[in-house]
T-cell receptor, first 111, second 114 residues
Framework: EDQVTQSPEALRLQEGESSSLNCSYT??????LFWYRQDPGKGPEFLFT???AGEEKEKERLKATLTKKESFLHITAPKPEDSATYLC????????????FGAGTRLTVKP | NAGVTQTPKFRVLKTGQSMTLLCAQD?????MYWYRQDPGMGLRLIHY???????AKGEVPDGYNVSRLKKQNFLLGLESAAPSQTSVYFC?????????????FGPGTRLTVL
């Protein structure tokens, strides 16, 4: 069965303190791996899609990378406005209508 | 573009009552989805639709029904609400691509069943 595990569950950083969030996955043929940001009381907001091992994508202070077993979301010099829950999800080749989500990492950036 | 909208935003039901959640999208997307999100768990797919007039079961379909009579709308129904259905419900939509389909989410409906 396709599974996604995110770690840590929660992460507290000081402003400017870089770190990484992990997403480990098992899927029977990866169609795509997604990263979303979710603010409290809001719906998930799309950040990145990664399709194959070795691929990297960047947006402002965020960079997502992908291997055959995991993805990392690197946050460089975070700011308080980066505080949110970050969700990882995978979509399998055999079923592009079913996206399996991890439970998320709740990031808090203190000024 | 409003994107994906959901009504209502909040609802409190008593056990056994019924209700319908409405999702609307103005992006002309073919696919639409209903998820539930519970504390400590990832989003779980309830039902989905790949086009007007079609629906299919997701990971946790029991106790829910859906309908897609118009391309832009996707309705989620609870016929007899149970406390276990207390959750935040999200609707999403996507356009089928050769690669992975990016899903775009609505703001959610917080449902409490007493």
């Amino acid at each position: 069965e396709d599974q996604v595990t995110q770690s840590p569950e929660a992460l507290r950083l000081q402003e400017g303190e870089s770190s990484s969030l992990n997403c480990s996955y098992t899927v029977s043929g990866l169609r795509g791996l997604f990263w979303y940001r979710q603010d409290p009381g809001k719906g998930p907001e799309f950040l990145f899609t990664l399709y194959s091992a070795g691929e990297e994508k960047e947006k402002e202070r965020l960079k997502a990378t992908l291997t055959k077993k995991e993805s990392f979301l690197h946050i460089t010099a975070p700011k308080p406005e980066d505080s949110a829950t970050y969700l990882c999800a995978v979509q399998a080749v055999w079923n592009n209508n079913d996206m399996r989500f991890g439970a998320g990492t709740r990031l808090t950036v203190k000024p | 573009n409003a994107g994906v909208t959901q009504t209502p935003k909040f609802r409190v039901l008593k056990t056994g009552q019924s209700m319908t959640l409405l999702c609307a999208q103005d992006m002309n997307h073919e696919y639409m989805y209903w998820y539930r999100q519970d504390p400590g768990m990832g989003l779980r797919l309830i039902h989905y639709s790949v086009g007007e007039g079609t629906t299919a079961k997701g990971e946790v379909p029991d106790g829910y029904n859906v309908s897609r009579l118009k391309k832009q709308n996707f309705l989620l129904g609870l016929e007899s609400a149970a406390p276990s259905q207390t959750s935040v419900y999200f609707c999403a939509s996507s356009y089928p691509l050769r690669g992975a389909d990016t899903q775009y989410f609505g703001p959610g409906t917080r449902l409490t069943v007493l």
